[in-house]
């Protein structure tokens, strides 16, 4: 995949670009603390495809939010940054691609601009995690001291990048194969080793979440038929019941399970990619 540098309305973002450069554009947008090497292994089975893999702000090479306790990730500003990103590709209409955290903000671009998105592919996701009502007053106050609390978070440094993949592996489902792209394009080198280049604030929580029938309401105005592809068995926070009665809520969408776990398209590249294929064409 060839690196790309864009101005999305004055911030700066890395992508990863695949396919040929006359085939329908193609972008994908990867999970929460992932970058653009998450696409890595099913870039290339997409030729049909220029597959254009974002680096989301604060993630992977792209940059950081501006450094502020009144400037926070949250899901509207990520809307706004794909749409600046696809403005900048001079994208007037393309297929869109997301990933856990980016199938969430992928559900709400199409949401957002019906017109442009022509069909939608959804990785473990459809619409934001949803507030939780019993914890909304403790995470509000909670994330709004982190947010004014000054000095910079210690970060972790790694004497190589094999040691960064083994934590990242033990962390998470992915095996350390499948994880490397990811942790290599995830760390900067700096005297002492290397360290993540993704900024410690997406690690904070977030103050304000929309409540269950507020993603509904916006999942209503996505008009691009869509295809959500699921793990089984299930990862627990995204339940079955709950994204069967979101998908009621999106006019045109089919649900189709694999075995494996929640990074499905590094697992298992070529049968996703076959259904990907298959809805895109």
């Known amino acids: 995949m060839i690196e790309l540098d864009l101005d999305a309305a004055g911030l700066a973002l890395k992508a ?3 396919g040929p450069a006359d085939a329908p554009p193609l972008l994908a947008l990867h999970g929460w603390l992932d970058n653009a090497a998450s696409f890595e292994r099913l870039a290339p089975r997409l030729n049909t495809h220029r597959v254009i893999a974002l680096d989301l702000p604060g993630h992977g090479r792209s940059a950081h939010l501006p450094a502020s306790p009144f400037v926070a990730y949250g899901i509207a500003e990520y809307v706004a940054v794909v749409l600046a990103a696809a403005d900048a590709l001079a994208l007037t209409h393309f297929d869109l691609l997301g ?3 980016g199938a969430g903000v992928a559900s709400l671009v199409a949401a957002a601009a019906p017109e442009r998105v022509r069909r939608l592919g959804l990785i473990e996701g459809l619409g934001p995690l949803a507030d939780d009502p019993a914890r909304s007053l403790q995470r509000f106050r909670n994330a709004t001291l982190r947010r004014l609390r000054r000095g910079a978070r210690k970060r972790s440094v790694f004497p190589d990048i094999d040691t ?3 934590v990242r592996a033990a962390a998470t489902d992915l095996p350390a194969a499948q994880a490397r792209g990811i942790v290599e394009r995830g760390l900067t080198r700096e005297n002492d080793g290397y360290r993540w280049s ?5 690690t904070q929580p977030t103050p304000v979440r929309m409540d269950e029938a507020q993603i509904r309401r916006l999942l209503e105005g996505i008009a691009a038929p869509t295809l959500l592809l699921l793990a089984r068995p299930q990862t627990p926070y995204l339940p079955e019941t709950m ?3 979101r998908a009621a809520h999106v006019a ?3 649900i189709k399970h694999l075995d494996g776990h929640h990074h499905l398209h590094l697992e298992h590249p070529d049968a996703v990619a076959a259904h990907l294929r298959a809805h895109f064409a």
């Open 16 to 18: 990863c670009v695949s």
């Open 198 to 202: 993704s900024d410690p604030r997406l």
């Open 252 to 254: 045109d969408i089919r």
């Open 243 to 245: 994204l069967r009665e």
């Open 164 to 166: 960064a993949v083994s």
């Open 99 to 101: 990933h856990s955290l």
